[in-house]
């Protein structure tokens, strides 16, 4: 099934067909983090993540679904091309809120986009602190964003992904430029949607972004971020209130998936009946 490039710029609110530009990456990246949730609804109930374009249109265009990094920016990649842009997948060591000595798994996949003689890493599907706008790969200053600052540092044999929140950088993830074929994809989406270790499989995860914020909700914990580091949080101890914030507010569409979602959150513990 061919990429259905219209329904998908209808679905974040981009009209006409715009040309492989910087500024068109920077307005779908944009949009999509705007318009598509970052979710983790089918590891959380045991449902298949499968890859193929027809079920990532099916679900995060027809649906009115989100999803994690794979689904989002597969996805998003298919879109790039079929627009034009020279684009690739990469993937990463994912060390937000973990250890910089940890051996972690590349579990994490975002895109290398070759634009004007200059390559950009464009990313649609990290969660919590996805970069809002493309970043230059070859520059080492702060790169400003509609939201926080981020910036791209090589290190020995792999490059460093920071982010500043007030006046601290901190690292998100790790990367190098290696091809990856759709096999390593499909390995790494199979390690963080199936296997019993997976935070996806044991937690409720949700991101959206706004223009001047993000939305993040892990389990019962809904948070609003803003780019100075500060944030407001709040305790969303019921299985029908995280239901209807994921509707409302994250803009996931849970035709029948709500009855299942609150059942399965009740019974795993992550919130009261």
């Not at 679904?65 to 994912?94: D, K, S």
Request: with cysteine.
């Amino acid at each position: 099934m061919p990429l259905d490039l219209n329904a998908y710029l209808k679905r974040i609110h981009v009209d006409g067909v715009p040309a492989p530009t910087l500024a068109t990456l920077t307005t779908l990246q944009q949009r999509h983090l705007q318009h598509i949730a970052f979710e983790n609804l089918n590891p959380l109930l045991g449902l298949p993540v499968p890859l193929d374009i027809e079920s990532l249109q099916h679900k995060l265009v027809q649906q009115g679904r989100g999803g994690y990094c794979f689904e989002n920016n597969l996805l998003f990649m298919a879109v790039l091309e079929a627009l034009g842009f020279t684009v690739r997948g990469i993937t990463a060591r994912v060390y937000w809120n973990a250890p910089e000595d940890a051996q972690l798994p590349r579990s994490h996949m975002l895109l290398l986009v070759e634009l004007d003689g200059q390559r950009y890493l464009s990313d649609v599907g990290f969660g919590g602190m996805t970069p809002t706008a493309p970043l230059r790969l070859d520059d080492t200053t702060a790169q400003a964003t509609p939201l926080e600052p981020f910036r791209v540092l090589p290190a020995e044999d792999h490059y460093r992904l920071e982010v500043c929140l007030g006046e601290q950088w901190r690292l998100l993830y790790r990367f190098d430029l290696m091809t990856q074929w759709p096999i390593d994809f499909e390995m790494a989406n199979w390690y963080v949607s199936c296997h019993p270790n997976s935070k996806f499989v044991n937690n409720l995860i949700a991101v959206r972004t706004e223009d001047d914020c993000r939305h993040t909700l892990l389990n019962t914990l809904y948070t609003v971020r803003y780019p100075d580091g500060s944030s407001d949080k709040q305790d969303i101890p019921t299985a029908a209130a995280l239901a209807t914030l994921l509707a409302e507010t994250f803009q996931i569409d849970l035709t029948d998936l709500q009855q299942p979602l609150e059942a399965s959150l009740v019974g795993k513990g992550l919130a009261g009946s």
